[in-house]
């Protein structure tokens, strides 16, 4: 299930910088090129799939509100590429965006929808099993 779409897109950032920032072709620009968003937008979700398969279980299903902001953040910086300034707003977004799926892979911050935690990826305890003691508290009392 997809994180983030053309829509998400449009409705958070606006029809016309999409233009400007995909149409490749057109003198002036005048659409949306679907091939660079859908693009940006698997990228994005690439990079949070790599940070979130650490603690649940994917593919996430509903997909929180967070993570379609958090990845809408990231696509559109990958739209500017090496045109987005350093200290920007769209570059602190995603340096936002990119924090916030660090602490998910670290558990400092749980992805919820609704209340429902999503479910943890496998696993389970740690088992561990050795051989057993030979030298005991019992076994060296005469030393």
């Given amino acids: 299930m997809a994180y983030c779409t053309k829509q998400d897109l449009i409705d958070r950032f606006g029809e016309r910088e999409l233009i400007q920032l995909t149409d490749r072709t ?5 659409t949306i090129d679907d091939t660079v968003v ?3 937008i698997t990228d994005a979700e690439a990079l949070a799939d790599g940070y979130l398969a650490k603690v649940v279980a994917l593919p996430l299903a509903p997909v929180p509100a967070v993570l379609t902001k958090i990845t809408a953040d990231v696509a559109r910086y990958y739209l500017h590429g090496k045109s987005a300034e350093k200290d920007s707003p769209i570059a602190r977004a995603y340096a936002e965006a990119v924090a916030f799926l660090r602490d998910v892979s670290k558990g400092l911050v749980t992805l919820t929808d609704d209340g429902d ?8 305890q ?4 050795g051989p057993a003691r030979v030298f005991t508290r019992d076994s060296l009392r005469s030393f």
């Fill in 126 to 129: 740690v088992q561990t099993s």
């Fill in 38 to 40: 859908d693009r940006a």
């Fill in 117 to 124: 935690a999503p479910k943890p990826a496998g696993g389970g």
């Fill in 26 to 30: 057109n003198i002036p620009v005048s």
